[in-house]
């Protein structure tokens, strides 16, 4: 099932007011950029972070999952939680880099 236009809109709801969001498209599914910067991927009408160690003890009680086949573990963030989901982003926008540019041909 993918996601659809409603969740991702959801989501992004959700996280309003911790810097620029913008969503992205990708293979039927979704990633939400903070500042430019990739930190929730939403599959399936779920949203997902990665497990870094910034973020453990606030996600000591997430469930763990796996967005797409071949992925790593990541966190299943609490999205409802807009709270929990605004502290999460803030915390993985500081150490994510911005995404390296394409090269043109």
Same mark, same amino acid.
Request: a neutral charge; glycine letters at 4%; one cysteine or more.
């Given at each position: 099932?993918?996601?659809?236009?409603?969740?991702?809109?959801?989501? =992004?709801?959700?996280? =309003?007011?911790?810097?620029?969001?913008?969503?992205? $498209?990708?293979?039927?599914?979704?990633?939400?950029?903070?500042?430019? $910067?990739?930190?929730?991927?939403? =599959?399936?009408?779920?949203?997902?972070?990665?497990? +870094?160690?910034?973020?453990?003890?606030?996600? $000591?009680?997430?469930?763990?999952?796996?967005?797409?086949?071949?992925?790593?573990?990541?966190?299943?963030?609490?999205?409802?939680?807009?709270?929990?989901?605004?502290?999460?982003?803030?915390?993985?926008?500081?150490?994510?880099? +911005?995404?390296?540019?394409?090269?043109?041909?």
């Amino acid at each position: 099932m993918a996601t659809t236009n409603e969740f991702i809109e959801y989501v =992004c709801e959700q996280i =309003c007011g911790v810097g620029e969001i913008r969503y992205k $498209k990708m293979f039927g599914e979704y990633m939400v950029y903070v500042n430019n $910067k990739p930190v929730i991927i939403v =599959c399936n009408n779920t949203a997902y972070v990665k497990q +870094l160690k910034e973020i453990c003890d606030l996600m $000591k009680e997430a469930e763990i999952g796996f967005p797409y086949k071949g992925a790593k573990e990541h966190y299943v963030l609490d999205i409802d939680d807009s709270e929990l989901s605004k502290n999460i982003v803030v915390e993985l926008e500081k150490v994510t880099p +911005l995404p390296k540019p394409k090269k043109k041909i």
